[in-house]
Structure formats: C-alpha cells, structure tokens
C-alpha cells in the first residue's frame, strides 16, 4: 500500500504520526532532544532564584561566579539540542514531502484519464501544494508541540511548589486564550474553505488563458480576458484579507496574553512576597516559568485553531488518492513480444453514464501488420477509440484485446517496444531536442539520430543555432514550424521500434514537405508493423488495407476501397 494510501486511511490525527519508515525512531529522538531541552530551561529560574535570595544577601561573589558559569553553560546545550531539534524535524519533515509527495504524483500520473480531467489543472497542483503544509504539521511542528505540552505541566507543577496559588493566574489566562480561539475558529474555517475555492477558480482560469494565449491575441481578447481576472482578483483579494485576519489571530494575541500573565502573576504574587510566603527571587522564578509554560500551551490551542488547514488539505489529499488507477495493483506486466494484433469486442464506452454513448456494442479486428485507416470526420470519436485501443481509457462493457491478452488484465501503462501514439498535435517537452527524441533516455541517443534521420530531420535541425541540442518546451511551435514539431514527435515514437503505430490525425498539421515524407514512411512501414490511423487524406486511404467509419456508436467497414484508390 502507499503510503498516501496510509496517510488518508487513518482517521484519528495521532495515528498518521507514525506512518513513515523509521518514523518511531526519529519520535523517540526528538522527545529525548525535547526532555533535555525543557530540564535545562529549568536552569536560569533557579539561578535567578538563588542568586536574589541567597547569593546577593550573603555576598557571594565565589559561588555566584559558578552559578553563572553553569547557567551559561546550560544555556549553550539548550543551544545546541534546539539546533539538532529543528534538524531532525526539518528531516523528517524533508522525508514526509519526498515520500508523500512521490506518491501522489504517482498516483496522478497513473490515474484514469476520465477522472483527472474532472478538475482543472490548478486543482489538482494547489492539492499537490497540500503534500508541503502536512509534512510540516505531521511530521514537524506538531510533535515538539505534543512533546512540549507535559514540561509545561512540570513549569506549573513548579510554580505551585513555589508560590503555592498563584499558580491558578497562567491557568486562567490559558483558559481565556482557548475560550477566544474557539469563537474565532469557525469564522477561520469558513474563511480557509473560501479562500481555496477562490484560488482554485483564479488558477485554473489563468493556467486556461495563458495555454490559449495565442487565440487570445489572434481575437484581440486581451481587454475581456484582463477585465475577467480582475473579478477573480478582487473576489481572492477578499478571501485572502479575511484569511489573514483571522489566521494572525493566535500570534497576535499570544504576545499580549503573554506580557499579561506576565505581569498579572507579579501583581498577583507581590501580595505573597509583602506578606513574607513568598520570596522574591521566587516570584521572579515563578514569573520565567509562567512564561515556559504558557508558550507550549499556546502553540498547542494555536495548531488546534488550524486544524482546519490539516483537516482541508488531508481532504485534498484524499481526492487525489480515490482517482481510479489505470491499472490494479496486483496485475501482471503486458508481454514484450506481441504480433500486433488489435481486437475490440463488444465495446461500449461513453465519458458520463448521462451521455450519450460514443461506442456502443462496437466490434473491430485488426489483423497484425496490417494498416487500417478510420475515417475522421468532425468529432466522430477518432481519438476517443485510439485512446481505448491502447488502454487510456476504461470501456464501460466489452473489452479490448492486443493480441490474446486482455488489456483490463495486464499492466500496459509502460508500452514501449510495443505500442506507440501520436496525436494530431504533438508536445516537446523541456529540454533539448535529442532529449525529446530519445525521451530522455541517454541509452536511446543514437536510436534517436537514426529515427531522426530517416524522418529527414538532419538538415532542418542543423540550421538551427544548436543542432540537436536546441532548446525547447511546450511553447516550441513559437519558434517551430508545426510540421517539424509532429516529425521530431514521430521519430520519438519510433525509437523504441513498436509493434503498433496509433496515429491520430498526425499529418493534419505537417506542411507539404513534412507530409510527403510521412507518405514515404507510412509505406515504407506498411507490413512491418501494426498501423491504425485516423485521417481522410486520399492518399494515406489508398494504402490502407481496410477502412472503417465511426457510425451511430458501431465501426462499419468501406468495402469500395476502390475509390480511394
């Protein structure tokens, strides 16, 4: 089981603490470091203590030389050991992200392509961004705060040894701490919930015009689209004050309640010290460890105030680790050595059980090495059934087979040497263009340049200022003719020389040169591999061994292959 699995399978806070390897160890560290840490705080208020009552008194210049010098020695390994402290929890908190964080991407990147479309692109990276602010409340701050609380019990329990029922004053301040916290929960809950779906609705819109930036200029749209993000603007701006406001309310009323308690016990206790019960080194000592104790108990009612954070983003999170996987867990690899036959049986498959069916009982066979062409006309359902004959998409009945083998019962999500893809539009990524070619295996290279060259791309690549170690990204086609770009994606599919081709509209956006040598390719590997393309070119339908047509939910076979020829 992942563990992203783990972390949203717990229900109880407590539980998610200790789901990470070596996890308990790293506790057990930091609890050791803790306990240290707070027994050596006990050193100044003591010295404080002796040196008012007894040392100043009895002028004792010796002994207070020493009570010194071990003060400030306490001091320097109270340093020391909240330096190691912030380094475990930083670990640990480094470890939590990596781990977690690997996970969910995972589990985006093999998620079925129906579900992750649901939400928008923003969506999903602000739920990634909650994997950051788990790992620092689970496995950072949250337990200092629990290893903290139980000293603070210790600092009041020491307050009472002291002055007896001054003690009972932090107490009542820590109550009226937690009493205002708990009114101005619910109004910080309610903001945080508003504030994300604000975010959310301002990210996916400039993540949408931005991706489209180029209609929007060819439109002349900027003054709309600006005058649309501006209203998204305004309605985060306010979500993000009211946010703050309320989010800044622990800090801001932890300094007050904490010059108050201080100054409320010495107003408290001088009564004691007049009246001879108490000292006044002991109400100086009584004074420091007020402060001691109520600082962990303030961090501890301030993470309850944001619980809301940790309870949205577990929420988020968990949203992510229901999307339906492409694959079971439990399924076997899909064989490397295939014929390349392509089967669909009784498919149906439509995106929402509200709409209409795009295939419906549909059957098509595809014998191996062949090349068949589905005709494409409009939104007919081309890529809809590329997409299901290599397993991206789920059919809702029926099933599809390559070969013998059921895809629903095989792990096909990494089909190179076996199955490649090309849509009508193909993407770089960011890197070089040998890089994109060889997708970034360094073990491809030169299968990569000979791809490459046998697409032609020698001559067109060395023009420019780097060769094949030019530069690009998504944004290639600025800089890029479109026909290069589909070439440089079709030499990518064929470097691992796979069994089936699936090419979708793939030569709809090459240029004449970039078109004709794909005609030569697609013959020259007619009969050499399985080929399924969906175009209406002329004469890409005169080499097809059969044509089919999407009609009314069904692939009905053009027998007068003939005309195209």
């Not at 050791?32 to 040196?51: D, R, W, Y």
């Not at 999903?124 to 620092?136: E, F, T």
């Not at 004074?287 to 309850?304: D, E, V």
């Not at 780097?466 to 530069?471: D, K, L, P, V």
Request: aromatic share 10%; net charge negative; charged share 20%.
């Amino acid at each position: 089981m992942l563990l992203l699995d783990k972390l949203v399978a717990q229900t109880r806070w407590y539980e998610k603490l200790g789901i990470l390897p070596f996890s308990r160890q790293t506790l057990r560290d930091s609890l050791l470091v803790t306990a240290t840490i707070h027994l050596l705080s006990l050193a100044v208020p003591i010295t404080l203590m002796q040196v008012y009552d007894r040392i100043l008194p009895n002028e004792a210049g010796s002994t207070l030389f020493w009570l010194v010098f071990g003060a400030v020695i306490a001091l320097l390994i109270d340093g020391l050991l909240r330096w190691a402290r912030f380094v475990i929890s930083a670990w640990n908190t480094a470890r939590f992200e990596y781990l977690i964080g690997s996970d969910t991407v995972s589990r985006i990147l093999f998620s079925r392509l129906e579900d992750f479309e649901k939400s928008g692109i923003g969506v999903h990276l602000d739920r990634l961004g909650s994997v950051s602010g788990l790992g620092n409340f689970y496995a950072g701050q949250l337990p200092m705060v629990l290893f903290d609380i139980p000293f603070a019990a210790i600092f009041l329990a020491a307050i009472w040894y002291l002055g007896h029922g001054i003690v009972f004053f932090p107490l009542a301040m820590a109550g009226l701490y937690f009493l205002i916290l708990r009114h101005a929960r619910q109004k910080y809950e309610k903001a945080k919930i508003e504030q994300i779906a604000t975010n959310d609705r301002r990210f996916n819109y400039i993540i949408e015009t931005l991706s489209g930036l180029h209609l929007v200029k060819a439109q002349t749209l900027e003054e709309q689209m600006l005058r649309r993000y501006e209203r998204l603007q305004e309605s985060t701006g306010e979500a993000n004050m009211e946010m703050s406001y309320w989010s800044t309310l622990p800090n801001n009323l932890s300094g007050a309640f904490s010059y108050l308690t201080m100054f409320g016990l010495i107003a408290v206790g001088s009564s004691s010290v007049i009246s001879g019960d108490l000292t006044f080194g002991g109400i100086t000592a009584c004074t420091m460890l007020a402060g001691r104790a109520m600082q962990p108990i303030q961090n501890a009612f301030g993470f309850w105030f944001r619980f809301a954070d940790v309870k949205i983003a577990s929420d988020r999170l968990r949203s992510i680790a229901e999307l339906r996987q492409e694959i079971a867990a439990d399924v076997p690899p899909f064989p490397a050595n295939i014929e390349g036959s392509l089967c669909m049986e009784d498919l149906s498959f439509r995106f929402q059980p509200d709409l209409p069916y795009i295939f419906h009982h549909a059957h098509l066979t595809i014998p191996p090495k062949s090349m068949t062409v589905i005709l494409g006309k409009g939104s007919t359902g081309t890529t809809t059934l590329m997409y299901l004959l290599m397993g991206t998409l789920k059919p809702e009945s029926g099933l599809v087979r390559i070969d013998d083998y059921n895809l629903a019962e095989w792990d096909h999500t990494d089909p190179h040497g076996r199955l490649a893809y090309l849509p009508a539009n193909g993407t770089l990524f960011k890197g070089s263009i040998l890089d994109n070619i060889a997708m970034f295996n360094t073990n491809h290279h030169m299968a990569a340049l000979d791809a490459a060259a046998m697409l032609g791309l020698d001559e067109p690549i060395a023009a420019l200022p780097m060769g094949y170690e030019t530069q690009v990204d998504s944004q290639a086609a600025n800089f890029l003719p479109s026909g290069l770009i589909q070439r440089i994606c079709l030499a990518r599919a064929l470097v691992v020389r796979p069994r089936i081709l699936l090419l979708d509209k793939t030569n709809a956006a090459m240029d004449r040169e970039s078109e004709q040598i794909f005609f030569w390719l697609m013959n020259h590997l007619k009969g050499r591999c399985t080929i399924v393309m969906a175009t209406n070119h002329p004469e890409l339908l005169a080499m097809a061994d059969r044509v089919y047509e999407i009609r009314d939910g069904a692939l009905v076979a053009v027998e007068d292959l003939f005309v195209f020829r």
